[in-house]
């Protein structure tokens, strides 16, 4: 398992992606999950991938092989971001025919997702998720960011913190938060985790880390988040027993608090 998180804003992108493979309680591995396409001055491209390894292994050095050819379609011949999604899917749909008979026939789950970020020159910062079947979504304002893989326990920060004028240095910090409680739940995602902050219009890629374990802003993070919440937790308000003991006779108009 794995977990890739990228966050769109006015601003700018960020993509973030841890490096473990789990293949069984007894065999990690460390498999690179996000790749830069990009061409400065020209096209911000990055892909992080999720699921089935040898799927996107096999879609990424497809995308090279392209790449190299420069009389095929390849990533960089398309105009848009969209195109590009459009390309991808069909990568991952050729290899998924080839591949998926024999992998059924051993129970072998096939899937994956691919998130694709980044702005071609003189047009919007967009951020895509592919699915297995090589369609895809494309994040909005109302939806600032897109998960896959392990997404349950980094999303409820996402979803309290996140708005879309958000600046990028706040949703680099919210996304390492986002992948400390996966990782303190899930043992199948870990480090090293690879982050890039994008700001729209650059063009160019200046702001990236790879962070080990026992990185000491990893380190660091995870101490301030804990004192914080234990902080908050210790002055919510303590429960009235004495009056909470009717709420089930007393009718309360909640609609205010929903549409919060």
């Not at 960020?14 to 789990?22: G, I």
């Not at 047009?123 to 979504?137: D, K, V």
């Not at 997404?151 to 240095?169: A, Q």
């Not at 002055?235 to 027993?241: F, P």
């Amino acid at each position: 398992m794995t977990y890739c998180l990228g966050i769109i804003s006015a601003h700018g992108l960020v993509m973030a992606a841890d490096s473990r493979t789990n293949a069984g309680v007894d065999y990690i591995s460390t498999y690179r999950k996000m790749f830069d396409f990009s061409v400065v001055g020209e096209r911000t491209v990055l892909l992080c991938t999720s699921g089935n390894l040898s799927i996107t292994q096999s879609v990424m050095t497809s995308i090279d092989r392209d790449l190299a050819s420069t009389d095929v379609e390849n990533l960089h011949s398309h105009q848009s971001l969209y195109e590009m999604a459009d390309y991808i899917g069909q990568k991952l749909r050729q290899v998924q025919a080839r591949e998926r008979e024999w992998l059924d026939k051993d129970g072998i789950d096939a899937s994956c997702n691919i998130l694709l970020g980044g702005q071609v020159r003189g047009q919007a910062t967009e951020l895509y998720m592919l699915y297995s079947q090589g369609n895809f979504i494309k994040a909005m304002p109302e939806t600032p960011f897109l998960q896959i893989g392990e997404v349950k326990y980094g999303k409820p920060i996402l979803d309290r913190t996140l708005k879309y004028n958000t600046s990028v240095e706040d949703a680099a910090k919210c996304a390492l938060l986002s992948f400390d409680s996966t990782m303190k739940s899930n043992v199948s995602v870990g480090p090293p985790i690879d982050l890039v902050m994008y700001h729209h219009n650059s063009l160019e890629i200046r702001h990236q880390l790879t962070l080990h374990r026992g990185h000491p802003y990893l380190l660091q993070v995870r101490r301030e988040w804990e004192s914080s919440l234990k902080n908050a937790f210790d002055r919510m308000s303590s429960i009235d027993w004495n009056h909470s003991q009717n709420l089930e006779s007393e009718p309360h108009d909640l609609s205010g608090f929903l549409n919060h």
